[in-house]
């Protein structure tokens, strides 16, 4: 199935809005951030972490039903013209040095976790999902946690006052 146009802008949207949501979240932490010089990238943004720059992809989960259970997962490769995939999977660490995703929480993955996969499991409402390919924990990864009825990623849509600086999650920083 193609993309369509709105589709592809919609997506845009989204992203954006995830890529702000983070760098709003380690400005509130004292980072500075910068976008990278180049327009077409797989690098979002840079900060800068005692005196190391820290090259960052973002991404937003997505939700899928498998009969009564609800799983969140974020997709490491793009779906292109008539739906197909792009042969580069996923991220490596020549690309970038973390991804964060935006989602039911704010999770932190250094690029040697997600490196060659072509998605991450992350939540699901299922009390045993299938765990027999995943070699990490998605859990160990949350900086913000959200809830399922209080999403970090729609935190702006519940806010009276806009964007309101996280309370620290297990973590005050990956």
Known sequence: MAISKEQSCKAHDTGA???????????SLGFDTFSPDKLHTRVDFIYVKSGIPIRVQVKTSTYSVSGKYQYEQC?????????QIDPVI??????VD???????????FPIDVVSGKPSLF???????????????????????????????????????????????????LP
Not at 17 to 27: G, N
Not at 90 to 95: A, M, P, T
Not at 154 to 164: C, P, V, W
């Open 17 to 27: 809005v995830s890529e702000l949501m983070v760098r709003a979240y380690l400005t």
């Open 75 to 83: 997709r490491l490769q793009k779906k292109g013209y008539k739906g």
């Open 90 to 95: 996923g991220y490596s660490e020549s690309d």
């Open 98 to 108: 973390e991804v964060w995703i935006v989602g039911t929480h704010l999770w932190c």
């Open 122 to 172: 992350l939540t699901s409402n299922n009390p045993s999902p299938v765990l027999v390919r995943r070699t990490y924990d998605p859990n160990e990864f949350i900086v913000v946690v959200g809830s399922p009825d209080r999403k970090y990623r729609d935190r702006l849509a519940y806010s009276d006052e806009g964007f309101i600086p996280p309370t620290l999650g297990k973590k005050s």
